[in-house]
């Protein structure tokens, strides 16, 4: 039976919940339920989720019980989609760890909700008749919805006040870059005046765009009711709040229905809001927005897709560098694209924004060489003459003796590959093939190397990374400097600070990230819960002072978290 209801699914991404997963996917697809899922990810851009809602014909959710979270006993996120179903009026059937006893669940019908149990082996247990029952039932109330018309993409609409227009996001000129972003990423962005002269003007604007960008602070640029409008009809948003010379995030007063948006009431922030301080940051988040809803959705259609993508689930946090000579630019790209839209972090030196204009070139590439734990070498007959492409290969070979990396060489074409010794360089096949076998290899090599438990960290949510990424930006040059020796002696590589008095964007979410996929060194380690904790642990000491009152909470919070998963 050929796949034909789009389903949204919410799911885990926790190893010991992949066996459940992949039960209830073959469970749908035999049914003819296709699945719509996003991938993990280090940003998650929600006016991606709400458009993959609109998109699908019902709800499927596994909700699994969560003993670090409080009251609720599950995951907020998967709450949050489920919140996002309810407002797109989708039918939904969610399979619900009985142990939860939270009365969230209590509204839904008996037909929206199975429940099952852990066994000693820790595998699910629960009445399998029952849920192809109501998986029928489920099919039965979805197909009417169902549309097998394409549809034109939309434009990106940016709605802007009928008064003080001119000053709209930093003004027209800042306006018009947005536009170019647009393009970039194949969209139009048409600039709708609100409020319209009318409801019905209005509404037909909205209906017609892929996503909107609005402001939602309510006091500076559109009318709070505005907003409230755009999201009870679940219209995709990318929700902007501009913080002013010396505000923080946390300070910012929002309108009710924003700050109910909070996915965790004891987050300082409101996670699904983009915050913006100039003209540049703003340009680097939409950037990446447009980025993500360009992308298609990650459908499983086929019984196959399914297991391979849930299997794919328990990789290990990392950093590819993609090590090629210019010959093989086209192989080294189409690598580095499924990299991205497989959300796995990687460096080819001629990906835009690879290495910042007028910045060292030199250097960028020997810090990506540090922080990388993946090194794919792609042997073409030019490599070993280019002088940098052995300087690369000779530092990682360096770096694998320590394990701190895992080489991957392929040979392409008539290459000669004995200097690579004793590492085995497979013929690699002609391009999707080829593509398809690093992949397989990438994803073998990621979750071969599972992190130790130590390592592993709670989630931080948006409103958290935001005042991490803003602290970062606003420190001070001897603060980056004695920040950059801390990490790198507990085992975290990052590139030096450029010498502005505001880091660009970029710079600041690099450290992030390079927290995220770190390895404490074993003296830190007994310091620190994570590479993430330790980060924020120095920042509380380091950043600027009107920072560290709301990173130490947020950073107690988070060893607080990281000890509770420890338990789990």
């Known amino acids: 039976m050929s796949a034909k209801i789009p389903t949204y699914f919410s799911h885990s991404y926790r190893l010991r919940d992949q066996n459940l997963n992949k039960e209830l996917w073959s469970v749908f697809a035999k049914h003819g339920f296709f699945f719509s899922v996003d991938p993990p990810s280090n940003i998650t851009v929600h006016a991606h989720l709400e458009r993959m809602m609109r998109q699908n014909s019902c709800f499927v959710a596994v909700v699994n019980r969560r003993n670090e979270e409080a009251e609720v006993f599950c995951s907020r996120f998967v709450l ?19 142990e939860i ?14 429940f099952f149990s852990r066994g000693s082996d820790g595998h699910a247990q629960y ?4 849920l192809e029952r109501k998986v029928l039932r489920l099919k039965a109330r979805a197909e009417p919805l169902t549309s097998h018309t394409g549809k ?5 609409g940016l709605l802007v006040p009928e008064t003080k227009r001119s000053a709209a996001y930093g003004g027209a000129s800042v306006r018009r870059k947005v536009g170019e972003v647009a393009r970039l990423h194949g969209f139009v962005c048409e600039e709708i005046p609100a409020p319209s002269r009318d409801n019905a003007s209005f509404a037909i604007a909205l209906d017609r765009c892929e996503a909107v960008v609005l402001d939602v602070r309510g006091d500076k640029t559109l009318p709070p009711w505005v907003f409230a ?103 080294a790209a189409r690598l580095s694209r499924h990299l991205r839209l497989n959300n796995i972090e990687r460096f080819q030196y001629k990906d835009r924004d690879a290495i910042p204009t007028g910045s060292n070139w030199q250097a960028q590439i020997l810090h990506e060489l540090r922080a990388c734990q993946v090194f794919v ?48 360089a497979p013929d690699l096949p002609a391009r999707a093939a080829g593509t398809r076998k690093i992949m397989k290899d990438i994803d073998r090599a990621l979750k071969s190397a599972r992190r130790s438990k130590t390592q592993r960290q709670p989630y931080l949510l948006g409103g958290s990374r935001e005042l991490l990424v803003d602290a970062l930006r606003h420190m001070p040059a001897g603060a980056w400097k004695k920040l950059h020796g801390q990490l790198r002696v507990a085992g975290v590589d990052i590139a030096p600070a450029r010498s502005k008095k505001v880091q660009a964007r970029g710079v600041a979410e690099e ?58």
């Not at 034109?152 to 990106?156: C, D, L, T, Y």
């Not at 009870?232 to 948003?237: A, I, T």
């Not at 505000?247 to 229905?257: K, R």
């Open 152 to 156: 034109q993409r939309g434009p990106i």
């Open 229 to 331: 409008y755009i999201h009870g009809r679940l219209v995709p948003s990318i929700k902007l709040v501009r913080l002013m010379e010396g505000e923080l995030a946390s300070d910012v007063e929002l309108p009710p229905v924003v700050k109910r948006l909070r996915m965790d009431p004891d987050e300082p922030t409101v996670e699904s809001v983009t915050y913006w301080r100039d003209s540049s940051d703003l340009i680097h988040q939409l950037d990446r927005a447009f980025d993500k809803l360009d992308e298609h959705a990650t459908e499983l259609r086929r019984p196959k897709e399914g297991l391979r993508y849930f299997d794919s689930i328990g990789r290990q946090p990392a950093r590819v560098f993609i090590s090629n000579a210019g010959a093989n630019n086209d192989t």
């Open 127 to 130: 009445d399998r008749r029952e």
């Open 377 to 424: 070498a792609l042997i073409g007959p030019t490599y070993r003459g280019s002088e940098w492409c052995r300087r690369e290969f000779e530092i990682a070979q360096q770096r694998a003796k320590s394990e701190e990396l895992v080489i991957l060489p392929y040979r392409l074409g008539a290459a000669d590959v004995r200097f690579a010794g004793k590492l085995q």
């Open 80 to 98: 949050y989609e489920m919140g996002l179903s309810l407002q797109a009026r989708l039918p939904r059937l969610l399979l619900i760890d009985g």
């Open 101 to 114: 006893g939270s009365s969230v669940f209590d509204s839904l019908s008996s037909e929206e909700k199975v």
């Open 511 to 568: 450290v992030l990230f390079a927290a995220e996929r770190a390895t404490l060194t074993e003296t830190a380690a007994r310091q620190s819960p994570s590479a993430v904790a330790y980060l924020m642990e120095q920042l509380t000491i380091l950043a600027p002072n009107r920072y560290r009152k709301v990173l130490s909470k947020i950073s107690k919070r988070h060893r607080r978290g990281a000890r509770k998963i420890e338990s789990i």
